[in-house]
């Protein structure tokens, strides 16, 4: 059997549509680069009861990880990804740190991190 996605259904997981999750948002409330590093704060862990999307990424960020990972861990799609770290790192339960800005090259990403980001997906 396949789900909807195309894939197959092994473990059923409950169907939840992404705008659920972001509270119908389809932006996060401010820009959050793919390879923006996140990680869990302390309070996260003295916090009360979390969303479960917000739980996982909280409990899987302990360790370092990109906002493409949490995307591709979770599983969830990308922009649902930057809302939801958004929206933790609003509430002081993730840390981010944004890459520098590429100021030498007109604004345009260093290619040799986009290759990194690349490499670190297709190893995914």
Known sequence: MTSPHGGQSGARQPLVRPYA?????TRP??????????TSTPQAYRS????????RIVDLC??????????????MPLG????LVADLAEAGLVAIHQPAA???NGGAPDVTLLERVLSGLRKL
Do not use: C, F, N
Request: proline share 5%.
């Open 48 to 55: 009360g009861t979390l969303l479960p999307e917000h739980a």
């Open 62 to 75: 302990r360790e370092v990880k990109s906002v493409a990972e949490v995307s591709a861990l979770v599983p």
């Open 29 to 38: 409330r401010y820009q959050l680069a793919i390879e923006a590093l996140v």
């Open 80 to 83: 649902v990804a930057r809302i």
């Open 102 to 104: 590429a100021s030498d």
């Open 21 to 25: 999750m972001t509270g119908g948002r």
